[in-house]
């Protein structure tokens, strides 16, 4: 005679053995549709792979949000000023790279173009 709780146990057994099985039907689903880098049998017994393939719009969101981030983290630390001799924007305790000035004194020259050398 099969018992109340034998049968529960069964029942618990089944559907711990569909959860499983989902797992891996999902697993092997994700091999043949996605093809991700890692390899095949990595991927079936260790790693945890994601359900559905994340659409193109969604990790772009993403990226961009994270871009924002990285640009606002940049712009904080750069320091800029205008300089005093031809009011363009330059990065502070440096040479403008507008008119080659620092602090008054001219420090970058243009350069001539060079004319090549023909040898006779
Ligand atoms: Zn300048």
């Known amino acids: 005679m099969p018992t109340i709780s034998g049968a529960c146990r069964r029942i618990s057994n089944l559907i711990i053995f569909v959860k499983f099985l989902k797992i891996f039907l999902n697993k092997v689903a994700n091999l043949i549709f996605y093809r991700q880098n890692h390899s095949a049998i990595y991927q079936l017994l260790i790693m945890a792979v994601p359900k559905k393939k994340t659409a193109k ?14 640009q606002k983290k940049i712009a904080d630390k750069v320091q800029l000023e205008n300089c005093p001799e031809c009011k363009a924007k330059k990065l502070v305790h440096r040479v403008c790279e507008e008119c080659g ?3 008054g004194k001219q420090i970058l020259v243009e350069k001539k173009q060079e004319k090549t050398r ?3």
């Not at 719009?57 to 990285?70: H, L, M, N």
């Open 101 to 103: 000035k620092y602090r």
């Open 57 to 70: 719009s969604k990790s772009k969101v993403r990226y961009s949000a994270f871009q924002k981030k990285a």
């Open 118 to 120: 023909i040898s006779a």
